[in-house]
C-alpha cells in the first residue's frame, strides 16, 4: 500500500511563506533585488581577490571558496522562490525538489567545515605567525578546501538518498520555502525516528564537529592576544579575526537552532524566517562584513577604484 502510494508522488507543493497575491508580488522584489546584491557582492569579492595580488593568501583563498558557497548556496534556493511568488501553482518535480535538497544541504555542509578550516588560518596566523607560511603552504590549504567540498557533498548524497526512499504516500505539500530536509522526512507516512536520529547524527558531525573546532581555535587566539603587551598589537590581532567571528556567529547560530533542538521547537513559521535568513541575508552579509571590517580588503578597494577612476579620466580626456 506505502510503495503504491508513494509512486503517485511526483511532485510536491510548496506553501512558501504567504498566499496573498499582493504580498507575494512584494516578496518578488525585495528578494530579488538582495539576490543580484548576493551574486554581485560575491562576484566582486572573488574579482578583487583574484586582481590584487597583496590578497594571493590563505585567508583570501579560502574566502574565494566562502563566496562561491555563498552565491551556489542561494542559488540552489532562491530562483526556485522566486518563480513560486509570481506562480498560481507552487509545484516543484520530484527530481528537482531532490536536486535542491542536495544542493542546499552540501553547500550548507561545506560552510561549515569551511568556517572551521578558516579559523584554523586565523589561529596559526595569530598563535604562530613566524611559521605560518610555513605551516599554511598552497598544498595544505588546497588539501584542506578539498576537504570541506568533498565531507559536505558526501553527507548530502546520503541524507539525500535515505530521504528520498521513504514512502510519502499521498502527501505532497511541503510547508516551507525550499524542499528543506525535515520538511520533506515529514512528508513520510512511515515512522521517521531513524532519520531523525540520522539528521542528528549527521548535524552534530557535520555542524557541532567544526563549531567545537572553531571554539578551540578562538580560545586559543584569545589567550594568546591578551598576552600582547601594547594595545596597538592586541587591536592588530583582533582586526584579523573580527570577520571571520563576526560571519561564524551568524552561520552556525542559524544552523544550530534550526537541527540542534528539541523536537517540538521552533514552529513551522520560524524555521522558514531562519532558512530563509540563512539562505538570502547571510549570503549577501558576508562579502559586506569582509569589506568594512577588513582593511586589507578597504586597501584593495581602494587601489582598484583608483586605478578604475584613472583610466575613466584617461579615457575621458
Given at each position: 500500500?506505502?510503495?503504491?502510494?508513494?509512486t503517485?508522488?511526483?511532485?510536491?507543493?510548496?506553501?512558501?511563506?504567504?498566499?496573498?497575491?499582493?504580498?507575494?508580488?512584494?516578496?518578488?522584489?525585495?528578494?530579488l533585488?538582495?539576490?543580484?546584491?548576493?551574486?554581485?557582492?560575491?562576484f566582486?569579492?572573488?574579482?578583487?581577490?583574484?586582481?590584487?595580488?597583496?590578497?594571493?593568501?590563505?585567508?583570501?583563498?579560502?574566502?574565494?571558496?566562502?563566496?562561491?558557497?555563498?552565491?551556489?548556496?542561494?542559488?540552489?534556493?532562491v530562483?526556485?522562490?522566486?518563480?513560486?511568488?509570481?506562480?498560481?501553482?507552487?509545484?516543484?518535480?520530484l527530481?528537482?525538489?531532490?536536486?535542491q535538497?542536495?544542493?542546499?544541504?552540501?553547500?550548507?555542509?561545506?560552510?561549515?567545515v569551511?568556517?572551521?578550516?578558516m579559523?584554523?588560518?586565523?589561529?596559526?596566523?595569530?598563535?604562530?605567525?613566524l611559521?605560518?607560511?610555513?605551516?599554511?603552504?598552497?598544498?595544505?590549504?588546497?588539501r584542506?578546501?578539498?576537504?570541506?567540498?568533498?565531507?559536505?557533498?558526501?553527507?548530502?548524497?546520503?541524507q539525500?538518498?535515505?530521504?528520498?526512499?521513504?514512502?510519502?504516500?499521498?502527501?505532497?505539500?511541503?510547508?516551507?520555502?525550499?524542499?528543506?530536509?525535515?520538511?520533506?522526512?515529514?512528508?513520510?507516512?512511515?515512522?521517521?525516528?531513524?532519520?531523525e536520529?540520522?539528521?542528528?547524527?549527521?548535524?552534530?558531525?557535520?555542524?557541532?564537529t567544526?563549531f567545537c573546532?572553531?571554539?578551540?581555535?578562538?580560545?586559543?587566539?584569545i589567550?594568546?592576544?591578551?598576552?600582547?603587551?601594547?594595545?596597538?598589537?592586541?587591536?592588530k590581532?583582533?582586526?584579523?579575526?573580527?570577520?571571520?567571528?563576526?560571519?561564524?556567529?551568524?552561520c552556525?547560530?542559524?544552523?544550530?537552532?534550526?537541527y540542534?533542538?528539541?523536537?517540538?521547537s521552533?514552529?513551522?513559521?520560524?524555521e522558514?524566517?531562519?532558512?530563509l535568513?540563512?539562505?538570502?541575508?547571510?549570503?549577501?552579509?558576508?562579502?559586506?562584513?569582509?569589506?568594512?571590517r577588513?582593511?586589507?580588503?578597504?586597501?584593495?578597494?581602494?587601489k582598484?577604484?583608483?586605478?578604475?577612476?584613472?583610466?575613466?579620466?584617461?579615457?575621458?580626456?
Amino acid at each position: 500500500m506505502g510503495t503504491d502510494n508513494q509512486t503517485q508522488v511526483r511532485e510536491f507543493i510548496l506553501l512558501g511563506l504567504s498566499s496573498d497575491q499582493d504580498i507575494q508580488v512584494t516578496l518578488f522584489v525585495l528578494f530579488l533585488v538582495m539576490y543580484l546584491v548576493t551574486v554581485l557582492g560575491n562576484f566582486l569579492i572573488v574579482l578583487l581577490i583574484r586582481l590584487d595580488s597583496r590578497l594571493h593568501t590563505p585567508m583570501y583563498f579560502f574566502l574565494t571558496n566562502l563566496s562561491l558557497v555563498d552565491v551556489s548556496y542561494a542559488t540552489s534556493i532562491v530562483p526556485q522562490m522566486l518563480v513560486h511568488f509570481l506562480a498560481k501553482q507552487k509545484v516543484i518535480p520530484l527530481l528537482s525538489c531532490a536536486a535542491q535538497l542536495f544542493f542546499s544541504l552540501a553547500l550548507g555542509g561545506i560552510e561549515f567545515v569551511l568556517l572551521a578550516v578558516m579559523a584554523y588560518d586565523r589561529y596559526v596566523a595569530v598563535c604562530d605567525p613566524l611559521r605560518y607560511s610555513a605551516i599554511m603552504s598552497g598544498g595544505l590549504c588546497t588539501r584542506l578546501a578539498i576537504t570541506s567540498w568533498v565531507s559536505g557533498s558526501i553527507n548530502s548524497l546520503m541524507q539525500t538518498g535515505i530521504t528520498f526512499q521513504l514512502p510519502m504516500c499521498s502527501n505532497k505539500i511541503i510547508d516551507h520555502i525550499s524542499c528543506e530536509l525535515l520538511a520533506v522526512v515529514r512528508l513520510a507516512c512511515v515512522d521517521t525516528s531513524s532519520n531523525e536520529v540520522a539528521i542528528m547524527v549527521s548535524s552534530i558531525v557535520l555542524l557541532m564537529t567544526p563549531f567545537c573546532l572553531v571554539l578551540l581555535s578562538y580560545i586559543r587566539i584569545i589567550s594568546t592576544i591578551l598576552k600582547i603587551q601594547s594595545t596597538e598589537g592586541r587591536k592588530k590581532a583582533f582586526h584579523t579575526c573580527a570577520s571571520h567571528l563576526t560571519v561564524v556567529a551568524l552561520c552556525y547560530g542559524m544552523a544550530i537552532f534550526i537541527y540542534i533542538q528539541p523536537r517540538s521547537s521552533p514552529s513551522v513559521l520560524q524555521e522558514k524566517m531562519i532558512s530563509l535568513f540563512y539562505a538570502i541575508l547571510t549570503p549577501m552579509l558576508n562579502p559586506m562584513i569582509y569589506s568594512l571590517r577588513n582593511k586589507e580588503v578597504k586597501g584593495a578597494w581602494q587601489k582598484l577604484l583608483g586605478k578604475f577612476s584613472g583610466l575613466t579620466f584617461k579615457l575621458a580626456a
